[in-house]
């Protein structure tokens, strides 16, 4: 996927500019899912196309030589690197959402009950409202950014 | 006494617990997982034992809307093919650890062995149809992964496929004749649960009504041929006997266990087990038959063997033919053959298996003709051979002359019941083919011997003491047929082995019709003949003509092997006929083309097709539709969809297709915005761009151009997607139609708002504003956990794949 121009400065810079605005907006509407729109799945589709900005315009080797301060792993090699790591998100994710059904089962209800807490009197936010069905969203956002960031990085390397 | 529910359900469920644990166990123990194992077959032996002197049934809820249960039934059969499965099991699995030394797939090796011995403990104890549907067929597929152990080789895989092919289809026809056995079960109100086969209140507890019920709905031989054809594959009855040679491809510990121990069994156990329900002249006719013609011709096919392993198996194809042939006579002398015979027959036959395990490994050759005068490098090996050889030879007094005489008595008995019941003469051919099977059967039994003695063949190296770990499960099978034998030879004086013939009799009872056989009840025992009978004559006529017949054993196997080879005549001539021609068929490369857009097709056509016709035929009419009212802002949205729909095709490259394709996507995303529904837009807009690139991508490695489209094709592809659209259309339009009563919709809207009172925690209502994402991770959530799933799944599959074609693999 490596272009055979490098990008424009403008597209580097926006790119520089927005991509953190997106991963905010992503955590926000993970947060907020449950009493405004957004949610678990939104957010981490949201949260790739962040990613695949970051991949078109600086490359697939730009995460990990940057940010991670190390080597790439070879191509292809799937065993190591960060497709692994892209898959432990996945896989952590999916047992985060299943955890949070059997955690319910453990409380004496049927599997993947949710329940919600109000906490009262807290400074800044006063009365906040607290759903279990958070976990179970935290478990979809890891699966969907792990399963998407996989193909998106498989199919760029081709 | 009722069985304990723990004791029974751990039977079925240890092994395969087991089996799971085995790749675990295998990394730190190694070779020796073959003692792990044994020592969890040892575990099922016990709770097996523990069973002893119970009796009844033990029911879990399973499917409880359709009334099927995980139900188990102990009683004097289970018990003894449970106690079989576990104890050969334990002799087989040390046996394992001195065979299987430095072979590859340990691991697999005996995670199957294990899982097929719970199957096999299932299908002993199940007394539901479909939970023992279920464990039949699991007994099938742990066959097919144990004789294509070795997956390089050719001979293995046709072996495998040949038996999965023969065995699970084979099983399908049961399986109908089962469900026909629930339908009838289920107007006959003697039964409590259709589908529990054995117990109280079940199908053959009601043996009475089920048979007046069947035959009034003329299922009588339907049901009894169904089921016949599943034992029949199961129990390698010709003309389906061809599977059980070609798996002898399986190491020999598996030959030993699963295909003259164990498995083949289930076929017989099928027939003893529905025996009581079944019993009628038909029955005898068919299984008689069956039983007797495959007793021969699978003991002629041995005689003309030339390695030992199949000679073995050809015989344990004849020898459950005996069973079959024993459970298929009228008599009470007839469950008592059968019976008796799968206890003797596992005896001597699985000790022979495990002899020709040694000789192969300690000679080098499998070879008859390359055989010879082993007994003095093998004499411990000798000496278990003898009395199981001869116990397979039918000589008195070893294990295998009693339930010979038990045939031999049926079937004459049998023969003269029906002909003085006004029935045909030939009837009397019965007994006739009988003894003409048992001299085949003496000759090929006498030659299996005959390796030990006699001169040894110079090309025959030096032959090497087995492992302790082999020849002790040898000696041990060889010990207890010896001790049958010699419980006859006891009874005879009037000591009587009380266990033994307590037990057998409890075996046999479960095969008896529960009123009116001929014979009565009476205990069971066994002994030496003590005045001259016909069936005594019988057996001597078999010996006789064997013993004579035995030095132009080479010339008899000459001819049989003439015979043989007459394409025609070989099921096998068949069975190779029919899979390579159905693979070499342009039937198949029409379909099977390999090409993505033809599986495509067919499948889009067949779910337009399968839609409309359905629509048709419930003949629903088409809703009207208003069109006042409708907002400009839709429409202006809508037309430029259906415009950059139409621009698609008219696109010049890929990269213009998909781009065009996209402003279909993003009008979409502003129809939801306009229809209030921000979630969905949020949604659609942000797939939409993702996809965008991730096409973009992909499309950088296809052409960039069509090229020309040849006008038939275009022309076909058009009409594929018009139906399809059409079907889509015809379906939004009908289920948006539909305005159901009991809306669901009502109860989210009402239950996942914060309840107007509530304390600080609560957990019947979702608590949210968003009934979207109320329904997705809170009343759905387990929906949600399946598609996250799926998501998973998919980048696992996509990993793969890229990772599959940089190795240079193929499909």
């Known amino acids: 996927m490596t272009l055979d121009r490098k990008p424009t400065v403008i597209a580097r810079t926006v790119t520089r500019l927005v991509v953190p605005m997106i991963l905010v907006t992503a955590i926000a509407l993970l947060l907020q899912g449950h009493n405004l729109p957004g949610g678990g799945f939104i957010a981490g589709v949201l949260t790739v196309t962040a990613f695949a900005l970051v991949y078109i315009i600086y490359g697939l080797d730009y995460l990990e030589t940057e940010l991670l301060d190390r080597t790439p792993a070879v191509r292809y090699e799937t065993e190591s690197g960060i497709v692994r790591e892209y898959g432990r998100v996945f896989a952590s994710g999916l047992a985060v959402a299943a955890g949070s059904g059997v955690a319910a089962m453990v409380l004496g209800y049927p599997f993947l009950t949710q329940a919600v807490a109000f906490l009262e009197h807290l400074p800044v936010y006063g009365e906040l409202e607290v759903a279990s069905a958070l976990v179970f969203d935290l478990g979809v956002y890891a699966v969907v950014v792990g399963a998407l960031l996989t193909i998106l990085a498989e199919v760029g390397a081709e | ?811």
């Open chain 2, 1 to 811: 006494m009722q069985p304990d529910r723990f004791v029974v359900l751990a039977v079925v469920t240890l092994p395969f617990l087991g089996a799971a644990l085995t790749p675990l166990v295998h990394r730190v123990l190694g070779e020796r997982t073959a003692y792990f194992a044994a020592a969890v077959a040892a575990g099922s032996l016990a709770l097996v034992g523990s069973l002893f002197g119970t009796y009844g049934t033990v029911v879990v809820p399973w499917i409880p809307n359709y009334g099927v249960s995980l139900a188990f039934y102990v009683d004097g059969l289970a018990l003894l093919i449970g106690t079989l499965a576990s104890g050969v099991g334990v002799l087989v699995f040390i046996y394992s650890g001195g065979y299987m030394h430095g072979e590859p797939g340990q691991a697999k090796y005996y995670a199957t062995l294990l899982a097929f011995m719970g199957s096999m403990l299932g299908v002993a104890f199940a007394a539901d149809l479909i939970a023992l549907f279920v464990f039949w067929e699991l007994t099938s597929v742990s066959s097919f992964l144990l004789i294509g152990h070795y997956q390089n080789a050719a001979a293995s895989r046709y072996a495998a496929r040949k038996s999965m092919l023969i065995t699970v289809a084979g099983g399908l026809f049961m399986l109908v004749g089962f469900l026909l056995l629930a339908v009838v079960a289920a107007g006959v109100p003697e039964v409590d649960s259709a589908f529990r086969l054995a117990g109280e209140g079940s199908i053959i507890a009601a043996a009475e009504p089920m048979v007046e019920s069947m035959r009034t709905q003329g299922l009588f031989v339907p049901v009894l041929l169904l089921v016949g054809v599943g034992a029949a594959t199961k129990s390698a009855q010709v003309p389906f006997h061809i599977w059980l040679p070609n798996a002898m491809e399986a190491p020999t510990p598996v030959s030993a266990f699963l295909h003259s121990a164990t498995m083949v069994k289930a076929g017989v156990y099928l027939v003893g087990r529905v025996r009581p329900l079944l019993l009628t002249d038909e029955w005898t006719l068919v299984f008689g038959v069956l039983g007797l013609v495959t007793m021969t011709v699978t003991a002629i096919l041995a005689v003309a063997a030339s390695d030992i392993k199949e000679l073995l198996a050809y015989s344990t194809a004849s020898h459950l033919g005996l069973i079959v042939a024993g459970y298929g006579m009228t008599e009470y002398l007839g469950a008592e053959t059968g019976g008796f015979h799968i206890l003797n027959h596992a005896l001597f036959k699985a000790a022979l298996f495990l002899v020709a395990g040694i000789v192969a490994h300690e000679a080098g050759t499998r070879a008859i003709d390359e055989l010879g005068g082993l007994a003095n490098d093998l004499p411990i090996t000798a000496a278990v051979t003898a009395v199981a050889a001869l116990g397979m030879a039918g000589l008195p007094p070893f294990n295998g002359f009693y339930s010979k005489e038990f045939l031999f008595h049926a079937v004459y008995e049998t023969a003269g019941h029906f002909v003085s019941h006004g029935g045909s003469p030939l009837w009397w051919l019965l007994p006739v083919v009988a003894v003409f099977g048992s001299v085949f059967t003496f000759l090929y039994s006498i030659r299996f011997l005959m390796l030990f003695f006699g001169d040894k063949p110079d090309a025959l190296g030096e032959v090497h003491a087995p492992p302790l770990a082999m020849t002790l499960p040898a000696v041990v099978l060889g010990g207890l047929a010896l001790v049958v034998g010699l419980g006859g030879v006891a009874g005879t004086v009037g000591v009587h082995f009380t266990p033994l013939e307590s037990f057998v009799g409890s075996v046999i009872e479960s095969s008896v019709a529960a009123t009116g056989e001929e014979g009565g009840h009476h205990g069971f025992s066994y002994y030496l003949p003590t005045e001259v009978t016909p069936w005594l004559v019988m057996s001597t006529v078999t010996i006789g003509v064997g013993a004579v017949t035995y030095p132009f054993f080479d010339r008899i196997r000459d001819g049989v092997r003439a015979v043989r080879s007459v394409d025609f005549l070989r099921p096998n001539w068949y069975y190779d006929g029919a899979t390579e021609g159905l693979d070499r068929s342009s039937a198949i490369d029409l379909v099977q083309t390999g090409h993505l857009r033809t599986y495509a097709l067919a499948l889009s056509l067949a779910l337009a097709g399968l839609a409309l016709s359905a629509y048709a035929a419930a003949g629903v009419a088409l809703p009207t539709i208003a069109y006042a009212g409708l907002e400009p802002a839709l429409v202006v949205v809508l037309g430029v969809a259906v415009i950059g729909a139409l621009a698609v095709t008219a696109a010049p490259s890929h990269v213009s297709g998909v781009l065009t394709l996209s402003i279909l996507g993003f009008m979409v995303a502003i129809f939801y915005i306009l229809g209030s529904a921000p979630d969905l837009a949020l949604t659609q807009l942000v797939v939409e761009t993702l996809v965008l690139v991730i096409f973009l991508l992909v499309l950088d490695k296809l052409p960039a151009f069509y090229g020309t489209i040849d006008r038939v094709r275009a022309a076909r592809d058009a009409v594929v997607a018009g139906a399809v659209g059409l079907t889509v259309a015809v379906t939004v339009l009908l289920s948006t139609a539909g305005t159901p009563d009991d809306v669901v919709a009502q109860y989210f809207v009402e239950n996942s708002g914060v309840p107007a009172e509530h304390g600080p925690t609560f957990v019947d209502g979702g608590g949210g504003g968003n009934i979207v994402n109320v329904i997705l991770v809170d009343f759905r959530a387990f929906d949600t956990l399946g598609e996250i799933s799926v998501v998973a799944m998919a980048a696992l599959s996509v990993s793969t794949l890229v990772a599959m074609r940089e190795r240079g693999e193929h499909q």
